[in-house]
């Protein structure tokens, strides 16, 4: 990569949703700081668009995903928003279908994706904290599922997902408590990667997004394939997709790339091909 570039805004098609693209790593805000960034019809329907945008493009090496203001990364669903699209079945149908298109366009996402948090991480906004590879927390940031306080049902897929980070009774605890959890507690069952001091979030998270966007792009989209892969069949032999994926990082001009800068004792540039 070149040296670093000045932020530039990115189009998200809703001011709810910020995005930004820096030296290879694009920065998207959840922007609703009145609501504490609770997640909104809008930022839903946006967001399966925007993913699809940032994984095509090259320019992007890595996503951060975080919450405007200091309050909340996102305190979860906007509850107003519940009685007319979470009670009908014909208006619940239509937001798990929206829901289903989010999912599948964060699963869609090749790029590694940070979550950088700070306060309140909560039920719909830790669904989508875990979506994301690494977790960075501030040491005053909160986590929790409130859907037994709600009566609601908390989605499969968030359950599987929690499951397979921090374990059947720790997922229990999570969801038929109902409580919040400290960042010091998330770290102990494994649920964040780091808590570091709240004035030295961004640059903790950062410094380790540029980290990661001066590697190798194909390698990296290689490796997150199979850990999605071994998460979700332990045991199991690649799927042919990994295995191409492995393939064309040693088919690469990167790979040449990589022999060449160790051999001249100097930083590689690599390109992603």
Not at 142 to 164: D, H, K, Y
Not at 260 to 267: C, H, L, T
């Amino acid at each position: 990569m070149s040296g670093p570039e000045p932020p530039g805004p990115y189009p998200t098609g809703t001011g709810q949703l910020l995005a930004e693209l820096s030296d290879g790593v694009a920065t998207l805000t959840f922007n609703n700081p009145s609501k504490r960034n609770a997640l909104t019809r809008e930022m839903r329907s946006a967001l399966p668009g925007l993913l699809g945008r940032l994984n095509a493009d090259r320019d992007v090496r890595v996503v951060v995903v975080t919450g405007a203001g200091d309050k909340a990364f996102t305190a979860g669903a906007d509850i107003s928003e519940f009685g007319e699209q979470r009670t009908s079945p014909a208006a619940r149908a239509e937001y798990d279908r929206r829901q289903a298109a989010v999912g599948s366009a964060w699963a869609g996402l090749e790029k590694p994706v940070i979550a950088m948090i700070r306060g309140f991480c909560l039920g719909g906004g830790l669904a989508v904290a875990l979506q994301a590879d690494i977790r960075v927390a501030a040491e005053d940031s909160q986590f929790g599922i409130p859907a037994a306080r709600l009566g609601l049902g908390f989605g499969f897929g968030g359950v599987t997902t929690l499951l397979s980070l921090i374990g059947p009774a720790r997922t229990s605890e999570v969801l038929f408590s109902a409580r919040r959890f400290t960042a010091a507690e998330a770290w102990q069952m494994g649920l964040v990667n780091r808590v570091v001091p709240a004035g030295q979030l961004a640059d903790e998270v950062l410094g380790l997004a540029r980290g990661i966007a001066q590697n190798a792009p194909l390698t990296v989209a290689a490796c997150k394939a199979a850990i999605h892969r071994a998460a979700q069949a332990p045991g199991q032999p690649a799927t042919a997709r990994v295995e191409a994926m492995i393939e064309a990082c040693f088919q690469s001009a990167d790979y040449r790339e990589g022999q060449r800068a160790f051999a001249e004792k100097r930083p590689p540039a690599f390109t992603g091909r």
